[in-house]
């Protein structure tokens, strides 16, 4: 155990002080950092000093007075409401654009009388004539509700035009609980409450940090595994520390490496997300922080930390293998391919977590790492099931650990071509792990 400390600190610590992982890690930083300002630089170079005048659009009601009253009034009612109207008088549209510019507006609205018992034409007149996202999105509701008070003329009231003018959310539930049959022991909850935007997000950064730990950090493994071959060091180092040693030492060291990376890259987004600034383009999201699915933290970080070692064990058993860094890159592709398939399963399953496909996934160790965070975050999965995966997860970690172990030992003196199964499983038999 000693040397085992040994050797991941010295893999920690070599790992940390090169010139590759300082650089990978500082630009990685500042491409987050940069891409988290990316909304407040455009605003910056845009005029961001004017922003609050872009928020006021006139209205030129053309004689449409009632029109125009139900379109602010609508508007002026919406939650996080920042749009401000702005009268403007004379039908010339010169006299329009003039008092626009003059004011400074981000644009006006001019309403059109149509024919007799037509709803009127309403055009939105820009500077640049695009109307942005967020006042579209406004106007397009508001525009709705007046067309419907202008056609029903009264016979609606208020409450029946606003049911009229609200979309309709499609519910969904299971069989068991439209039958009213208790699955709170089921250990997913809800399947109603589970599909919010934080177990969303939650759900897709956990896969995501797990495709992208498992992809580098395995090359990592592999190629320095590689590299100590090719250069004859792994000779020297056999002779004070056992294979088995080095195996797990790299494995568990290169794990810091990547741990150290997250906290950075966690830390680095933290601090630029509380800047002033940004909480208010955070705030614009909806997002609460605080309803964070903890449940699905800690499951994650589970199948997360099993599905890394996995995978990690099978790459530094790949990388033993091979005595030429030129030849690596072939000799992972199974590996990687296995990881792709993982990560696109998840991914792409994300609106059909019961599906056929995801239920089989979740049980397969080379996928549960991805499914099974998908189901527990938004769908709706047994405890038992969760139970059985981890389980199998776990047998697959100790027996591909123990396979891994014996090509490891075997591979890492065997130089020249790469062995075929066949010479690689006579080597193998010599050694008892």
């Known amino acids: 155990m000693n040397r085992l400390g040994t050797v991941v600190g010295f893999t920690f610590k070599n790992k940390v002080r090169t010139k590759s992982f300082l650089i990978t890690t500082l630009l990685l930083a500042l491409v987050m950092t940069i891409g988290i300002h990316v909304p407040f630089l455009i605003q910056l170079f845009t005029g961001g000093d004017d922003a609050a005048s872009t928020n006021k659009i006139g209205i030129a009601d053309g004689g449409q007075t009632e029109i125009a009253q139900q379109i602010e009034n609508y508007v002026s009612a919406l939650p996080n409401n920042e749009l401000e109207f702005v009268p403007l008088n004379g039908q010339d549209a010169a006299a329009l654009n003039e008092q626009a510019k003059t004011q400074k507006l981000g644009g006006y609205l001019e309403i059109t009388p149509g024919e007799s018992g037509t709803f009127p034409a309403v055009k939105y007149i820009s500077d640049d004539g695009v109307v942005p996202n967020d006042i579209q999105a406004a ?45 709170s022991s089921s250990g997913s909850g809800n399947n109603e409450e589970k599909f919010s935007p934080m ?58 490496v990547g741990l150290l990376q997250i906290v950075v890259f966690g830390v680095t987004i933290a601090v630029n997300l509380m800047l002033p600034h940004n909480r208010n383009v955070l705030a614009g ?46 000799a992972v592709t199974p590996l990687t391919m296995l990881s792709l398939a993982a990560f696109y399963i998840g991914i792409f399953s994300l609106n059909s977590t019961n599906s056929l496909l995801m239920k089989i996934s979740s049980f397969v160790p080379f996928t549960s790492p991805t499914t099974m965070i998908a189901r527990i975050g938004l769908g709706e999965i047994a405890f038992w099931e969760i139970v059985v995966s981890l389980v199998l997860l776990l047998a697959a970690i100790f027996f591909f650990g123990w396979l891994s172990a014996k090509i490891y030992r075997t591979g890492v003196l065997m130089y020249g071509k790469r062995p075929s199964f066949k010479e690689l499983r006579k080597a193998m038999k010599a050694y008892k792990i």
């Open 139 to 183: 106007l397009q509701p508001a525009l709705e509700n007046a067309k419907t008070r202008f056609i029903t003329a009264g016979a609606l009231s208020d409450a029946q035009i606003a049911q009229l003018t609200t979309p309709v959310q499609l519910q969904f539930s299971s069989y068991d609980r439209a039958a009213g049959v208790d699955t």
């Open 199 to 256: 177990n969303f997000i939650t759900v897709y950064v956990l896969m995501t940090l797990f495709f992208f730990s498992a992809m580098l950090t395995g090359n990592m493994i592999a190629s320095e595994v590689t590299s100590e071959k090719s250069s004859r060091v792994m000779e020297i180092l056999i002779t004070s520390v056992s294979p088995l040693t080095q195996m797990f030492g790299k494995v568990m060291g290169v794990f810091l």
């Open 285 to 330: 999201f909806d997002l609460d922080f605080s309803q964070l699915p903890v449940d699905v933290l800690v499951y994650g970080l589970i199948f997360y930390i099993l599905g890394y070692f996995l995978y990690a064990l099978l790459y530094a058993a790949v990388g033993s293998i091979v005595s030429r860094t030129e030849d690596l890159g072939q």
